[in-house]
């Protein structure tokens, strides 16, 4: 018997997910995370699968693994101590960055500090142009002078970022391989090879986080690596990447940047494929886990993605799936303030100590303490059995804040939830907007283990008809890991107008990432199915400081149809800001190609059909929208396809909480999933 496990570690716990490939059963369980000790957990969570299910290690046949350790080290700062080396005249570009301010309304907010401050920035001579072109030849008495000085401060790895390396990375890989002679065992990173993009800070910023991370998470890699060994799992693991695919472990120890926000893409492609097995065309994606909240949009059953997303306090350019995150999760920590105001998070009480009622140490009170005074938990193991829930505990950590508040204790913690939801309805309005989306034609798609209790009360607030929530839902980005393909996006910057002249260069190029990409899944993944590309270019009208990344049919690059790439940039500039110039020049900035190496997508087991309303397993007292009211209580296993039940209610099963408030009606599709839709 063959199973397919994924592993996601998040803020509080590690979700397991396995799933039986010859069934299409799926077992889940939770296993505290150990954040002190990383990998501890996932050694005790298959530990679990074999006690709980039978799961041994010799039956895991392909294993998946999101892991926060890469940016983990940047939020904590705790990378390596790196030096860069750029172009001589050249060495402010991280001080300068984009001379943004962080908070434009307030004047006193400062950038960050750079991963490499300046004193550990050295000039060396070079020049490329913008052409690619050499205009002064690598000086080696001068990288010499810089290696010298940064071995005297304890480098423990050098980021090289020259002028125009995207174009023509010739120095920086002689660079690369005279420190690599000169300095054996020093670790380099040549900003061409980790992503060779156009914008000068931009492409540095991306090689310094990955630089920054790599040595730590590869030494995560290989650890795991031989846990998994020792333990009898044969199977060689797949890291989930931020594009949401996945990659071997082993590349995953030099292309980590690739794998930075694994945890946030992974749940998305969850919520994905949960989305077209519902059959629900347009989905916002809400995952509440234990530090924050994750929002995406999914339309047709595939995320959207962006360049740009923040690791901590710095940007990286990789393609990512697009993920808002909002700083309230279960975990998100109640306070207030000198003015008596309340907030939540986005201080985390994490999983050590955890929220006070867990009876591990916390002693201040967080949103999941809140749901806990109101009544909604408390009434099942949570975790599948990690914690109990005490709440004696939690109202004792509420108890200032009801006093700082002079409320009693219950309106207290009703108050700390409509702050949550408060802080959840700010940030989803701007993606929304930013995004050009009418949340009114959306279903809210509630995981993680906090997203089912928040996700009615926050349909609400933004006018959402209804709710979507897994038969999984706090397993749900372990589940994503599991159905992700192999996946590697490539780039290649030509700066050309979009015209007849330039297109044997289009096509030339679009050729050679083509290639590159069918060699990268075939060679260093070991894929053999039949690989499926997906090009598109970055494109603006010339003048304009941005792009737009267009998709592109590869049929029209063969054919020269430069018309009809022109026409679907047009359309995409009209969706988003709403005209288009059509008579203006186009410029292709760069080409850019995916490749996908599909894999095995599991067929998800289908209930029998037992119509009827379902009968509560309970009545419970909680304080809801300002009222004390008694409650059905549903256990989740019990509400199967076809049955039917009417808000208010809670229903608890091991991962989650789903609280329903008045005006919802609820009903159970073929798969298990719940639907909970709002009356008019």
Not at 193 to 199: E, H, L, Q, T
Not at 237 to 254: F, R
Not at 567 to 587: K, P, Q, S, W
Not at 623 to 631: A, H, I, K, S
């Amino acid at each position: 018997m063959a199973y397919r496990v994924g592993v996601d570690i998040g803020g509080t716990f590690a979700d397991f997910c396995a799933l039986d490939e010859a069934t299409g059963a799926v077992r889940t369980l939770k296993v505290l995370s150990t954040p002190a000790e990383p990998g501890r957990e996932v050694m005790q969570g298959i530990a679990e699968l074999q006690r709980r299910f039978g799961i041994a290690p010799s039956d895991i046949g392909y294993f998946t693994h999101g892991t926060t350790v890469g940016i983990n080290a940047v939020i904590q700062r705790k990378g390596v101590k790196l030096c860069m080396f750029a172009t001589e005249n050249f060495v402010d570009v991280l001080e300068l960055a984009r001379l943004k301010m962080p908070d434009p309304y307030h004047l006193l907010s400062r950038r960050p500090e750079p991963l490499v401050t300046r004193d550990r920035v050295f000039g060396i001579r070079e020049r490329m142009l913008a052409d690619g072109s050499v205009d002064l030849p690598l000086d080696h008495a001068s990288l010499r002078d810089a290696l010298d000085r940064a071995r005297a401060v304890g480098a423990e790895g050098i980021v090289l970022s020259f002028l125009h390396a995207y174009r023509n990375p010739a120095h920086e890989k002689e660079a690369a391989r005279l420190i690599g002679e000169w300095a054996p065992g020093l670790p380099v990173f040549p900003s061409s090879s980790v992503w060779p993009i156009i914008r000068e800070y931009e492409r540095t910023s991306t090689a310094v986080v990955h630089g920054y991370v790599q040595p730590r998470v590869a030494a995560y890699i290989a650890s795991l690596q031989a846990s998994l060994r020792k333990a009898g799992v044969t199977t060689e693991p797949m890291i989930t990447k931020s594009n949401g695919g996945v990659m071997t472990a082993e590349l995953g120890k030099t292309q980590c940047i690739q794998m930075l926000l694994s945890g946030t893409a992974a749940g998305t492609m969850g919520a994905a494929f949960v989305a077209r097995h519902a059959k629900v065309p347009r989905v916002l994606a809400l995952d509440v886990g234990g530090t924050s909240a994750d929002v995406s949009v999914i339309v047709d059953g595939q995320p959207s993605y962006r360049s740009g997303e923040m690791v901590g306090e710095f940007p990286i350019y990789i393609p990512t799936v697009s993920v808002t995150s909002i700083g309230a999760g279960g975990g998100s920590i109640a306070a207030v303030d000198a003015f008596g105001t309340l907030a939540v998070g986005p201080e985390s009480a994490g999983s050590t100590p955890g929220p006070a009622c867990y009876g591990r140490g916390g002693m201040r009170p967080t949103l999941t303490d809140a749901f806990v005074v109101c009544g909604f938990m408390g009434h099942s193991e949570l975790g599948y059995s990690a914690v109990t829930v005490d709440r004696a505990k939690a109202e004792a950590a509420m108890a200032p804040i009801a006093a700082a508040l002079g409320r009693d204790l219950q309106s207290a913690a009703e108050a700390v939830i409509q702050v949550a939801i408060s802080g959840m309805y700010r940030e989803v309005s701007k993606l929304a907007a930013h995004q050009g989306v009418d949340l009114r034609e959306f279903s809210l798609l509630a995981f993680g283990g906090g997203g089912p209790m928040t996700a009615c009360l926050l349909a609400r607030e933004l006018g959402m008809a209804s709710v979507l929530v897994p038969t999984t839902p706090g397993v749900l980005s372990a589940l994503g890991g599991l159905v992700a393909d192999v996946k590697n996006d490539f780039i290649l910057t030509v700066y050309a107008p979009l015209s007849v002249e330039t297109l044997p260069q289009l096509r030339e190029g679009f050729g050679r990432l083509a290639r590159e990409a069918e060699a990268w899944l075939r060679d260093r993944q070991g894929h053999r199915g039949t690989p499926r590309l997906a090009a598109s270019a970055d494109l603006r009208y010339h003048g304009q400081s941005f792009e737009i990344e267009t998709s592109i049919d590869l049929a029209w690059i063969d054919t020269g149809d430069v018309a009809r790439i022109a026409e679907a940039f047009h359309r995409e500039h009209e969706r988003i800001y709403g005209h288009a110039d059509r008579e203006a020049r186009v410029d292709a900035v760069a080409l850019r190609m995916i490749v996908i190496g599909e894999s095995a997508k599991p067929a998800l087991p289908t209930q029998d059909r037992r119509a009827g309303p379902a009968a509560a397993d309970a009545w419970i007292d909680v304080l809801l929208d300002g009222q004390p009211r008694r409650v059905a209580l549903h256990r989740r296993a019990d509400l199967v396809h076809g049955m039917t039940f009417d808000g208010p209610c809670v229903i608890a099963q091991d991962d989650t909480t789903t609280i329903v408030p008045d005006g919802y009606a609820g009903s159970v599709d073929a798969f298990g999933n719940l639907h909970l839709t709002r009356g008019s």
